[in-house]
C-alpha cells in the first residue's frame, strides 16, 4: 500500500511538472536534417510578419477614425523576397520563427497554401508573432508604423540556424535580413563562408543597417537605399564622414540621377573597397545604380543553380531584348575597374510602395538562380517591383513570364544602360 501511495504521489508531481515547465517549441514539417538530399535552393533567413495595413478613403484627422480599408498582409522583408522568388519559379528554403498565436497561424496558413516549404520555420508557445501595423495616405505613401519585432532577434538563434548548415553549404545563395541578432548574422555568415556561399545583405531600416559591421567581409552584395547605403558607410568608417541631402527640385530625371551619383558614389565606392562585390541601390521612382567591379559573378557555381520553367521563358522572350554587348563586361574574371550602370523605374499605377523593394530583390535573386546574368536579373526586378506597387498584397497574386519580358523589351529601346567605368 505505502508502495503504491507513493507511486501515486510520483505521478502527481511529474502531472504538476508538466504542466508547469514551458512547452517545447513547435517545429513545422520535417526534421531539416531529414532534407539534407534536397536539391540546393536558395535560403532567405530573417522574419516573417503580420502586416496590418490601414488605408482611409477620405483624408485622415488627428484624435479621431475615419472610414477606410484595414487589411492583413503577410510581411517581412525576408518572408515578402521568399514569397517573390517563389512564384518566380525559384523554391527557396525560408529560416524564421512566428509564434503559437493568431499571427502565427495565419502566416503559416498562407505559406503551406502557396505550397511553400516550413521546414525552416520555428513556431514557439507563448511567444508573440512579429507584427508590423502602418497606416497610409490616400496615395499608398506610409504616414507613420510600429513594428513589434522582437521575436525574430529572441529566438531565430545561432542554434536554430546551425540545424540548417547543410542546406546553407548546399545553397546557391544565402540572403539574410538585418532584423537577426548580430550573433545569428555572424553564424549565418560563417557556414555561408566555409562553403564560399555568395551571402546577400538586406538592411531593412537605417538603424539595423549597422548591423552590418562585424560580417562586412562575409558580405557578397546588399541591397540599400540612399539613406541606408551612407548609414553603411558612416558604420565601417567615420562616422559622419559620408552623407546624404536629398534634392527638393529638378528639371528631369537625368539631372536627379547625376545629383545622386555625385551624392553616393563615395559610399558605393567606399562599400567596394571593403570587400562587397554587387551594390544594388534602390533609388525609389528613379530606378536602381548598380555598382561592382568590371568582372563579378555573384553565383560562383553554377551547377547549384537550377534553370526553372519561368527563367527559361523569360531567357527565350528576352532573346534581342538587350544589346548583344554592355559597355563592360560583367561576367568574366581579370579587371579591378569599377562600374556604375543606372537602370531607370518603369512608370506604374501605384497602390501601394510597400513590398516593391522586397519584389525588386526577389526579382533579381530568382533571376540569378534561373541563370539569367547580373543586368538581365536587375532588370527583372524592376519589373517585378512594378508589379508589386500596382498591388494591394505586398507580393502581387501571380507574375507573367510575358509581361515581365514585354516591359523589358519596351524600356530598352529608349537606352535601358547607362554605365560608367571610374
Request: glycine residues 8%; contains cysteine.
Amino acid at each position: 500500500m505505502a508502495e503504491d501511495a507513493a507511486s501515486s504521489s510520483r505521478r502527481r508531481m511529474e502531472s504538476i511538472r508538466r504542466h508547469l515547465l514551458p512547452r517545447p517549441p513547435l517545429v513545422l514539417s520535417l526534421n531539416p536534417l531529414s532534407a539534407a538530399g534536397a536539391e540546393p535552393s536558395p535560403v532567405i533567413i530573417g522574419g516573417m510578419v503580420l502586416d496590418i495595413h490601414a488605408k482611409p478613403s477620405v483624408p485622415p484627422h488627428p484624435g479621431t477614425t475615419v472610414p477606410g480599408m484595414v487589411k492583413y498582409i503577410g510581411g517581412g522583408v525576408a518572408r515578402n523576397i521568399a514569397e517573390c522568388m517563389a512564384k518566380l519559379g525559384t523554391q527557396p528554403l525560408m529560416i524564421s520563427v512566428v509564434g503559437n498565436d493568431m499571427a502565427g497561424d495565419f502566416l503559416l496558413k498562407y505559406w503551406r497554401s502557396g505550397g511553400l516549404c516550413t521546414d525552416g520555420i520555428l513556431q514557439v508557445h507563448g511567444v508573440t508573432t512579429p507584427v508590423v501595423s502602418n497606416a497610409f495616405d490616400g496615395n499608398g505613401e506610409l504616414i507613420a508604423g510600429v513594428a513589434s519585432v522582437q521575436a525574430v532577434e529572441t529566438f531565430l538563434t545561432p542554434s536554430w540556424i546551425y540545424q540548417f548548415r547543410r542546406r546553407i553549404s548546399d545553397a546557391p545563395l544565402l540572403m539574410l535580413d538585418a532584423n537577426l541578432s548580430p550573433q545569428s548574422l555572424q553564424a549565418a555568415c560563417k557556414i555561408a563562408y566555409e562553403s564560399g556561399v555568395p551571402v546577400l545583405f538586406e538592411p531593412v531600416s537605417v538603424v539595423k543597417s549597422s548591423r552590418i559591421a562585424p560580417i562586412a567581409e562575409h558580405i557578397t552584395c546588399t541591397s540599400p537605399n540612399e539613406i541606408e547605403l551612407v548609414a553603411m558607410a558612416n558604420t565601417l568608417s567615420t562616422p559622419g564622414k559620408y552623407n546624404f541631402v536629398k534634392l527638393d527640385q529638378c528639371n528631369n530625371n537625368m539631372e536627379a540621377v547625376d545629383y545622386l551619383f555625385e551624392m553616393l558614389s563615395p559610399a558605393m565606392f567606399f562599400l567596394l573597397e571593403k570587400g562587397i562585390k554587387l551594390l544594388l541601390v534602390t533609388l525609389g521612382s528613379n530606378g536602381v545604380f548598380i555598382c561592382c567591379k568590371e568582372h563579378v559573378n555573384i553565383v560562383n557555381n553554377q551547377q547549384k543553380c537550377n534553370m526553372t520553367t519561368f527563367s527559361s521563358q523569360l531567357l527565350e522572350k528576352l532573346d534581342g531584348c538587350f544589346p548583344p554587348s554592355t559597355p563592360v563586361n560583367l561576367s568574366e574574371e581579370g579587371s579591378s575597374r569599377t562600374c556604375v550602370f543606372h537602370l531607370p523605374a518603369t512608370s506604374a499605377s501605384v497602390i501601394s510602395l510597400t513590398g516593391a523593394g522586397d519584389c525588386l530583390i526577389g526579382g533579381v535573386l530568382s533571376s540569378l538562380c534561373g541563370g539569367l546574368n547580373i543586368m538581365q536579373s536587375v532588370a527583372v526586378g524592376i519589373a517585378t517591383a512594378k508589379a508589386s506597387v500596382e498591388s494591394e498584397a505586398n507580393i502581387p497574386a501571380n507574375f507573367s513570364a510575358a509581361s515581365i519580358a514585354g516591359l523589358l523589351h519596351k524600356f530598352s529601346s529608349v537606352s535601358l544602360f547607362r554605365g560608367r567605368v571610374i
